[in-house]
């Protein structure tokens, strides 16, 4: 079988880059192919040869290889964490109840409890929750799949569930367990990888690229906004925003193909929905 190689993915990059503006700028469009022209003269040239052949990983299997790293350097954090910052801080407080719902490291956590929740995050991944255990002692921490909440009806005030649900491929349940959870009245926070992300052929790639290795990666679905508002509906929840995040500039440049063809690159990515962040309610009785 032909390897998967970094040409493969630099190409799709540079034609997407085209693809996006072939209308307005002829010149550019000139420049894009030549790039394309060097590239398929050159494919068997480092850094095009490279052998990528990425693997994918369960769940389970993922998150514990990824749980020492996860936090960063994080270009998808660095992109969400000024969207749901503010949310949390309007929605934190003393006397608050608050979950972190497949919380992972427990960077949200960590948010809620200093901003004085009474803070709990769940998450299925062992690995992952020592590490959250480990930077936030103020908070409880507990091994549950979000699809199932291991927590009686109406508890929490404020709930988030971050870059989570894509790793369903139905986020129905898991949206309807966050209901039922929430007291009337409650808040929920969901951020989630944008569809436009598959365009881009992203998935949930970690441990970097090394010569001789392949790529390791966790599924993500992508949801379109139909589905979440069928999710939201069938929750009982209520839509009070959602936001269509774009790419960040980290994330931009942390794109592999950035490092050989960096306009390309940005003509691809720069502008596009990188995030979907949703606000919702529980209604009150």
Not at 110 to 117: D, I, N
Not at 184 to 208: C, K, M, N, R, S
Not at 259 to 280: C, K
Request: charged share 20%; glycine share 10%; aromatic share 8%.
């Amino acid at each position: 079988m032909a390897d998967i190689l970094a040409a493969h993915y630099f190409a799709g990059v540079i034609g997407l880059s085209v693809l996006r503006r072939w209308y307005v700028d002829g010149d550019r469009n000139e420049v894009r192919l030549a790039e394309l022209r060097d590239l398929l003269d050159r494919c068997d040239e480092f850094p095009h040869s490279l052998k990528l052949n990425p693997i994918e990983r369960d769940l389970s299997n993922g998150y514990a290889e990824w749980s020492s790293t996860y936090d960063g350097p994080n270009p998808l954090i660095e992109t969400e964490n000024p969207v749901v910052f503010p949310l949390l801080e309007r929605l934190a407080g003393a006397g608050v109840t608050a979950l972190d719902a497949a919380c992972g490291t427990g960077r949200h956590a960590a948010t809620l409890a200093s901003l004085g929740c009474d803070t709990t995050g769940v998450d299925a991944s062992a690995e992952m929750l020592a590490v959250a255990r480990e930077k936030v002692p103020g908070a409880r921490f507990e091994h549950g799949d979000v699809e199932s909440l291991p927590f009686v009806d109406a508890v929490f005030d404020v709930a988030i569930i971050s870059l989570a649900l894509c790793h369903l491929a139905d986020p129905s349940r898991a949206v309807a367990e966050l209901g039922r959870v929430l007291r009337p009245g409650g808040a929920l926070v969901i951020t989630d990888p944008h569809p436009v992300g598959e365009l881009l052929g992203g998935q949930a790639f970690y441990g970097g690229i090394s010569p001789g290795k392949p790529m390791t990666w966790v599924r993500n679905h992508y949801h379109s906004a139909a589905t979440w508002l069928r999710a939201v509906r069938a929750a009982g929840l209520e839509v009070t925003g959602c936001e269509e995040v774009p790419f960040g500039e980290s994330q931009i440049a942390a794109a592999p193909a950035s490092l050989v063809y960096a306009e390309a690159t940005r003509d691809a990515m720069i502008g596009l929905p990188s995030l979907w962040v949703w606000h919702l309610t529980k209604p009150s009785r």
